[in-house]
Nanobody, 121 residues
C-alpha cells in the first residue's frame, strides 16, 4: 500500500517561512514527478509546484521566486520551502506523486492527506 505522508504545516505571520515535507512509503517500483497543490478556503485545488524525476521544476506564477520545490530520491521525499508568505497563501497543501506500483503496472497519481498552512497578516 503506497502512502504519502505530509508534515510541516502550521500558522505563520506574513513574511515568514515554512517547510513542508512529503514522504512516500510502502512498496512501489518507481516515482516519477512529485508536486504540491493547494486548496484555499472556498476555492478549487490548484497546482503550486512540480518536480520531475530528473529535477526539472515548474511553479505557479503566484509563487515564483518565493517557493522552492526539491526532492531527495534516496528518501522518496519531496519538499516545499515557502518563503515571504502572504495571507493569500493560506490553504490546505496537498502532496502529489506519480508512482509506478510495480514494473508490470502503469503509474498512477497518489495524494497525501493535506496539511494546513495559515498565514496571518
Amino acid at each position: 500500500q503506497v502512502q504519502l505522508v505530509e508534515s510541516g504545516g502550521g500558522l505563520v505571520q506574513a513574511g515568514g517561512s515554512l517547510r513542508l515535507s512529503c514522504a512516500a512509503s510502502g512498496n512501489f517500483f518507481s516515482i516519477n514527478a512529485m508536486g504540491w497543490y493547494r486548496q484555499p478556503p472556498g476555492k478549487q485545488r490548484e497546482l503550486v509546484a512540480v518536480i520531475t524525476g530528473g529535477g526539472s521544476t515548474n511553479y505557479a506564477d503566484s509563487v515564483k521566486g518565493r517557493f522552492t520545490i526539491s526532492r531527495d530520491n534516496a528518501k522518496n521525499t519531496v519538499y516545499l520551502l515557502l518563503n515571504s508568505l502572504k495571507p493569500e497563501d493560506t490553504a490546505v497543501y496537498y502532496c502529489n506523486a506519480d508512482i509506478r506500483p510495480t514494473v508490470r503496472l502503469w503509474s498512477k497519481d497518489y495524494w497525501g492527506q493535506g496539511t494546513q498552512v495559515t498565514v496571518s497578516s
